[in-house]
């Protein structure tokens, strides 16, 4: 009866956040079946293989914890690129030539529905300046360290301020203590998932999507999917950036969430 003892313990408090879209809606996944792909792609001078060792093992932090029944599941390679919800990818991948703040050693796009259920995410890990690693060096940013933290944020988790969180949202290079979740990280899991358990059945026909990030640069959305309404959202709502003092100069994931309204199925 561990599973129950879990959810019982959700209820106490945590220094973890759940994001929250401009509906103020808790973001959410109500498919329990989540899967994803990694681009390996990139000049970061990693072997493809390790790095999709890395990302399985980062979501099993995640699918593994105690009385979860949401099932992240590393579905192969994929060409998939960029950060938009037309491709139907919730793709992982490296991006050599980072347009936003350089600080941000990786981002996770998560788009949800009015009512906050998840609809897209995908994670883009910044290689424009930034060196990783996958075996834990000292020199480098540690690749699972930061797609623990990644997968958080794609299962509807926001920044912890405990210290000690793999949703805390600094680090620094050679930093490996989020590699696996916190009490905190899996309390404030529990707190949300618990929520939604057993989950619904979800019905998720939708017919409009759109996307914009907080800082004013427009994000292409989703096309042809019935021209619907695009909703800023304050992107700073999901990511404070401290930089400069000491190492902890490195921010993990801005949080940029779009959203698509959800509609009957017809
Ligand atoms: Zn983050």
């Keep these: 009866m561990q599973a129950t003892f879990l959810w019982l313990l959700s209820s106490a408090a ?23 792909q990694l681009n390996p792609g990139g000049k970061h001078g990693l072997d493809h293989d390790e790095i999709e060792s ?23 390679r994929t060409e998939a690129e960029t950060y938009t919800s037309g491709d139907g990818v919730h793709a992982v991948f490296f991006v050599d030539e980072w347009t936003d703040n350089p600080d941000l050693l990786a981002l996770t796009y998560t788009y949800s529905y009015e009512d906050g259920a998840i609809s897209h995410f995908d994670i883009a890990i910044n290689t424009d300046g930034h060196k990783w690693t996958t075996k834990g060096s000292e020199d480098s940013n540690d690749l699972l360290n930061a797609l623990v933290h990644e997968f958080g944020h794609a299962v509807g988790l926001d920044h912890s301020s405990d210290t000690e969180a793999s949703m805390f949202s600094q680090t620094s290079v050679g930093e490996v203590t989020k590699r696996d979740l916190a009490e905190d990280d899996v309390l404030t899991y529990a707190s949300l998932y618990d929520g939604y358990f057993p989950y619904p059945e979800a019905s998720m026909g939708c017919s409009t999507s759109g996307s914009s990030n907080g800082n004013g640069s427009s994000v292409s959305g989703p096309t042809g999917a019935g021209g619907g309404a695009y909703s800023p959202f304050d992107s700073s709502a999901g990511c404070s950036l401290v930089g400069g003092s000491g190492q902890m100069v490195a921010l993990f994931a801005g949080l940029l969430v779009a959203f698509r309204r959800r509609t009957e199925d017809s």
């Design 14 to 36: 945590t220094a973890g956040q759940l994001t929250t879209n401009q509906y103020g809606a808790e973001l959410h996944w109500e498919d329990d079946y989540v899967p994803f």
């Design 54 to 76: 890395v990302v399985i093992e980062a979501a099993e932090q995640w699918r593994g914890i105690d009385g979860s029944w949401l099932e992240l599941s590393y579905e192969g």
